[in-house]
């Protein structure tokens, strides 16, 4: 038995046989025109009926015994008009749509389609949504597949990783769609306005909307604040903080002192603890940091009883003075976003008389419907650290909820877009994490630009963990990493191809077929994937080709403009690059969906 992933390619016609058949064809068409001219032109003239053999017709005609009137020759021109006018808007109508499809559609009959997509099917995720309760929406939208037009989803128990190059449309085809359709509270981080824009009025017809833009990339004002140390309620998590300053200060791919670097975190760790043990501000942990000599974080955590991690502290004040400097050095590099004080607005009270609200995790993922946008610009010394924390505080607080909860997991899912997550939301346990948080109805989809971008975060076998860990995987296109591809092109797999090849020997014509491996998507056809398409891997699902289906088609898109209009200081230009995508986009499926 042929394997699944091995379909032969329909045997191609030779040009003689297309010949022949041309031949044919004009043939039968004469003969139709001369019949119906033949037949109409009697009736017209108002001579006696025709024979209704055509073969009858034909002879007599060629032999002169059947007379031909005018009106049959009237006729005859006007048919004969009509079928050219015909044959030419057929040729033109293939030509057009051969202009409009993609160059990677004639795959999509090797690919996924019907059985082999079930599992991410809407029939199969609907009856998943109603076994785990869900009632409002059946699952995340991911597209409708080129071959057959049936929509695709994934269920909220998938995990989701999305790799997308710079303006391929992830944002408008993955990223808003899968918020909108979100059941319960969401949480988003970007490097970028666009999402917050676009979803955050629809977004507030379901529950509080908070934004965390401590680099004023929306141009939000302050009114709230959040407070990282009340994450921190043990030696544990400040150790988890601390890392996320770490990975978060340095760039991508920046070599690590084997001593320094975990030396400088153990002690921000530690001078975390003892700021939140004393409900300091976090800023006195930079305080601290500048004064190496200073051992009140010691005192501190003697008093609440943290024995072990003050003699940690207490050993590197008391350290020689190279040693200690290149300690505390590498610790304020780490912290370093701190002494920014548009951040400090953010996650510390400003007085003692300061209304504003304070955001609280736990409540924030007991109350369905709320949405927390993060939003931070990449490089050491912006709020990247501080993001990531928010966002870890948030799920690790609807994983506790979780626990608590019917059957481990949240009543209803809390979704995790973390766009731009390899430079805004550098989550270091994130692949260790992956596959568990499915289990309990935490539903995050990780977006990034590139392969490399998860390598420089994760690390090579990070990021393979992280891939594999995922149940619903996407590419859109615009990746020219020739790597990630050629693995991509193998995952996607071959098919059979029947190549036929003609001889000439001494007058005998010789016809000899060959079957042929080859791939259904080679290295090339995915690095220039084309806008509006799309590779969808799935658990249980052969790989499969998509389009994509952007906002400006779904039903949310006049609220999506009015919510861009009201927040968007480019409103104007934002909503014509839409209209711009849409009809580029609509180019290329114009030709699928009137097939």
């Known amino acids: ?25 004009i043939v039968a068409t ?54 050219l ?20 559609d004639a795959a999509a009959r090797w690919l996924g389609r019907g059985q082999d997509v079930a599992e991410i099917s809407d029939q199969t995720v ?13 699952g995340i939208p991911i597209g409708k597949t080129v ?48 999402v917050l824009d676009a979803t955050r009025d629809i977004r507030a017809e379901s529950g509080p909307v908070w934004v965390f833009d ?92 943290f024995q072990l991690t003050a003699d940690q502290v207490a050993g590197v004040i008391d350290a020689p003075d190279k040693q200690r400097g290149g300690i505390f050095g590498t610790a304020m590099q780490m912290a370093s976003c701190l002494t920014n004080r548009q951040i400090a607005r953010w996650i510390t009270p400003q007085g003692d008389d300061d209304q504003r609200p ?9 109350a369905d419907g709320g949405t927390l946008y993060s939003l931070s610009k990449e490089g050491r010394g912006t709020a990247g650290p501080l993001v990531t924390a928010l966002t870890v505080a948030v799920v690790e607080a609807a994983e506790e909820l979780a626990a608590r909860s019917a059957g481990g997991r949240l009543k209803t899912p809390l979704l995790g877009v973390l766009d731009e997550a390899a430079n805004v939301c550098r989550w270091r346990a994130l692949p260790d994490l992956y596959s568990h948080y499915g289990s309990r109805g935490i539903v995050l989809m990780t977006i990034l630009q590139s392969w490399s971008q998860g390598v420089e975060v994760w690390g090579e076998a990070g990021m393979k963990k992280l891939w594999s860990a995922a149940n619903v995987k996407v590419y859109g296109g615009g990746v020219g990493e020739a790597a990630f591809l050629e693995d991509l092109s193998k995952i996607i797999g071959d098919y059979d191809r029947l190549s036929a090849s003609t001889s000439y020997s001494r007058g005998h014509r010789t016809v000899s077929k060959q079957l042929q491996r080859e791939r259904i998507l080679d290295v090339s056809d995915l690095a220039a994937l084309p806008k509006g398409r799309a590779i969808v891997m799935a658990s249980g699902a052969r790989p499969t080709l998509i389009r994509t289906v952007p906002w400006m088609t779904s039903p949310h898109a006049a609220k999506i403009q009015a919510s861009i209009t009201a927040h968007d200081p480019q409103s104007e230009r934002t909503i014509h690059d839409a209209e711009a995508e849409l009809i580029a986009v609509e ?9």
Not at 86 to 98: D, F, K, P, S, V
Not at 126 to 138: D, P, Q, R, S
């Open 587 to 595: 180019a290329i499926n114009t030709r699928e969906e009137r097939s």
């Open 147 to 194: 071959s057959t037009g049936q929509w695709l989803y994934g269920s909220w128990e998938d995990m989701h990783i999305d790799i997308w190059g710079p303006r391929t449309g992830k944002t408008t085809s993955r990223a808003i769609p899968a918020i909108l359709d979100a059941p319960g509270a969401v949480l988003v981080t970007s490097n970028k306005r666009d």
């Open 126 to 138: 609907a009856a998943k949504a109603e076994h785990l309760g869900v009632k409002e929406t059946i």
């Open 85 to 104: 006018g015909l044959g030419c808007g057929l040729w033109a109508g293939l030509a057009r749509r051969r202009r409009r499809s993609s160059r990677v």
């Open 30 to 83: 004469a003969l139709g025109v001369t019949y119906v001219s033949i037949h109409l032109g009697y009736r017209i003239a108002g001579l006696p009926p025709a024979p209704a053999d055509p073969w009858a017709v034909l002879l007599g005609v060629v032999k002169g015994t059947l007379s031909w009137p005018l009106a049959s020759t009237l006729v005859l021109i006007g048919l004969t008009v009509l079928v």
């Open 1 to 25: 038995m042929r394997p699944n992933n091995r379909r032969p390619e329909p045997g191609r016609l030779s040009g003689e046989t297309i010949l022949i058949w041309l031949t044919v064809g």
């Open 214 to 305: 401590p680099q004023t990339i929306a141009l939000e004002e302050p009114n709230w604040w959040w407070n990282p140390l009340s994450y921190v309620t043990d030696e544990v998590k400040a150790a988890r903080l601390a890392e996320h300053f770490a990975s978060g200060s340095r760039d991508p791919g920046a070599k690590t002192d084997a001593y320094f670097d975990p030396a400088g975190q153990d002690l921000l760790a530690g001078l975390l603890l003892a700021a939140a043990l004393d409900e300091r501000p976090i800023t006195d942990v930079y305080t601290w940091l500048t004064r190496p000599t200073d051992d009140t974080a010691v005192d501190i955590l003697r008093e609440h009883d």
């Open 358 to 366: 304070q955001f609280n995790p736990a409540q924030f993922v007991t």
